[in-house]
């Protein structure tokens, strides 16, 4: 059950942020995760190998 309150939490979090700080925000989103970060995408931005 907390799972599914944290969750619905997120997702109206999310909706406010976008509503706040608009195209900033949605670039943001798209470059990581809900939960937990993207491996490797900065990296592979900045032009390093990754581990």
Same mark, same amino acid.
């Given at each position: 059950?907390?799972?599914?309150? &944290?969750? &619905?939490?997120? &997702? ?5 942020? &976008? ?6 925000y ?5 470059? %990581? ?7 490797? %995408? ?10």
């Amino acid at each position: 059950m907390a799972m599914v309150m &944290l969750h &619905l939490q997120i &997702l109206q979090e999310e909706k406010y942020l &976008l509503t706040v700080f608009g195209s900033e925000y949605a670039e943001y989103k798209r470059g %990581t995760g809900r939960y937990f970060g993207r491996r490797g %995408t900065k990296e592979k931005e900045n032009g390093v190998k990754e581990c």
